[in-house]
């Protein structure tokens, strides 16, 4: 069986949110993602735009299982913060979700029980503000062959739903192609027997 789900929930574009509790500021921004490189420049990005800001807490899911969620602290009592944003992210059940609590502090502690509701009311707030759709997950695939095999292509990416990204059209032609997963398998065997 497939982990792959014929579709799932994501967002459309970043989005921002705002809690504020005794002083503390937690500005969230929710961000769709692709991979950890991404991941990784959305925060140092926030890290160079906030150098005053005391913490940088986030949670990311990238896939379907466990094992593709991840939650950081950054210096704030273990599970008050990752944590609390994670478990947001699964309550939305939105993937490939860069979620990210930016903190300011205001002088008041807010002890581990208020820092847990400060991050989950931030990341709720960002989540609320960004467009939740539902998207089919795709393949992507680079395919070469010798132009005399070109009408034969062709004729498999109108039979299946194909889509060519890019083209390369020689005596050897390349293209890179992008299809719904779900169809990857029928595709892949066509395109195998040519």
């Given at each position: 069986?497939?982990?792959?789900?014929?579709?799932?929930?994501?967002?459309?574009?970043p989005?921002?949110?705002?809690?504020?509790?005794?002083?503390?500021?937690?500005?969230?921004?929710?961000?769709?993602?692709?991979?950890?490189?991404?991941?990784?420049?959305?925060?140092?990005?926030?890290?160079?735009?906030?150098?005053?800001?005391?913490?940088?807490?986030?949670?990311?899911?990238?896939?379907?299982?466990?094992?593709d969620?991840?939650?950081?602290?950054?210096?704030?009592?273990?599970?008050?913060?990752?944590?609390p944003?994670?478990?947001?992210?699964?309550?939305?059940?939105?993937?490939?979700?860069?979620?990210?609590?930016?903190?300011?502090?205001?002088?008041?502690?807010?002890?581990?029980?208020?820092?847990?509701?400060?991050?989950?009311?931030?990341?709720?707030?960002?989540?609320?503000?960004a467009?939740?759709?539902?998207?089919?997950?795709?393949?992507?695939?680079?395919?070469?062959?010798?132009?005399?095999q070109?009408?034969e292509?062709?004729?498999?990416?109108?039979k299946?739903?194909?889509?060519?990204?890019?083209?390369?059209?020689?005596?050897?032609?390349?293209?890179?192609?992008?299809?719904?997963?779900?169809?990857?398998?029928?595709?892949?065997a066509?395109?195998?027997?040519?």
């Amino acid at each position: 069986m497939s982990l792959i789900p014929d579709s799932y929930l994501t967002i459309a574009k970043p989005a921002e949110g705002l809690y504020k509790d005794k002083g503390s500021k937690f500005i969230s921004w929710a961000y769709p993602v692709k991979d950890l490189e991404e991941i990784k420049s959305h925060l140092a990005s926030l890290k160079e735009a906030h150098p005053k800001a005391r913490h940088i807490c986030y949670a990311y899911r990238l896939g379907f299982t466990p094992e593709d969620a991840r939650s950081n602290d950054d210096g704030e009592p273990s599970g008050s913060a990752g944590k609390p944003i994670l478990n947001t992210i699964l309550s939305h059940n939105v993937h490939y979700v860069l979620v990210a609590v930016v903190r300011y502090f205001g002088g008041t502690l807010l002890g581990v029980p208020g820092l847990i509701h400060a991050y989950k009311e931030g990341a709720i707030d960002a989540l609320a503000n960004a467009e939740i759709y539902e998207k089919e997950p795709m393949s992507v695939r680079s395919i070469e062959f010798n132009y005399a095999q070109m009408n034969e292509v062709m004729k498999i990416c109108k039979k299946h739903p194909i889509q060519i990204v890019n083209q390369l059209i020689d005596n050897l032609c390349t293209f890179e192609l992008t299809y719904p997963s779900r169809h990857a398998a029928e595709i892949d065997a066509s395109l195998n027997n040519l």
